[in-house]
């Protein structure tokens, strides 16, 4: 009964690989972000989707593309990979776009070697 | 966006010992959330506080938004409070949700 859960955990992978991160919440709401926490540990979105809908969109590389097929799903496909796309990300989601309560993921960790 | 400044940035504390984490906001915030996130990289949304005072257990938060500030307070810590706290804000509908840097927490038995 995991509300917000991604896969996989744990990813190592090479460069200038594809790699895909599969997000899934069962709370119902209607927002899901996709936040990237770097080796400082600092926390920082990437994109947000509010029924389907791309509403926050930083600056990341464009190798970087989400997708959400529908509210419950988001997921994040990254192309050509780099060394310094070696980081945790974690997948959230909350009721509202103002945000209320967010709740992530257990986060996947990504290692480009 | 807004800026977020935690402090202290890391503390240590006998188990037993109280504590007080504050959170300074650039500007007024309408979403203001607590998180803790453990040793194994979980982040457990602790409490959301846009104004006010909630307890949860040994925990509780203030935040004094007019002040533009938050504070979490843990009382009697245990060695399961190690980790590291953040807080977050958001400024106004369709903004981003902005972490601070966090305060690194460790409990000694």
């Known amino acids: 009964d995991t509300a917000v859960s991604q896969t996989p955990k744990y990813l190592v992978t090479q460069m200038g690989n594809d790699k895909s991160i599969k997000c899934e919440q069962n709370?119902?709401?209607?927002?899901m972000y996709w936040y990237k926490q770097d080796s400082k540990k600092f926390l920082k979105i990437m994109f947000s989707?509010?029924?389907?809908?791309?509403?926050i969109n930083e600056t990341v590389p464009n190798r970087f593309s989400p997708k959400s097929p529908d509210k419950a799903h988001l997921n994040l496909h990254i192309n050509s990979l780099e060394l310094g796309d070696s980081a945790v990300y974690f997948c959230a989601s909350s009721q509202g776009r103002i945000g209320n309560t967010i709740y992530f993921g257990e986060g996947s960790w990504l290692t480009v070697v | 966006g807004i800026q977020v400044e935690q402090s202290p940035p890391d503390l240590i504390l006998q188990e037993g010992a109280n504590s007080t984490l504050r959170c300074n906001f650039s500007?007024?915030?309408?979403?203001l959330q607590w998180f803790h996130q453990n040793p194994w990289g979980q982040l457990i949304n602790l409490f959301y506080i846009p104004s006010g005072t909630k307890q949860n257990g040994r925990l509780s938060a203030t935040t004094v938004a007019t002040e533009r500030y938050s504070l979490l307070y843990i009382s009697s810590s245990q060695t399961t409070d190690s980790g590291v706290y953040f807080c977050?804000?958001?400024?106004?509908?369709?903004?981003?949700?902005?972490f601070g840097t966090g305060t690194r927490l460790a409990v000694r038995p």
């Open positions: 709370l119902g709401h209607d927002t």
């Open positions: 977050a804000g958001k400024k106004s509908s369709g903004d981003k949700l902005t």
């Open positions: 500007d007024s915030v309408n979403n």
């Open positions: 989707y509010n029924n389907k809908e791309l509403i």
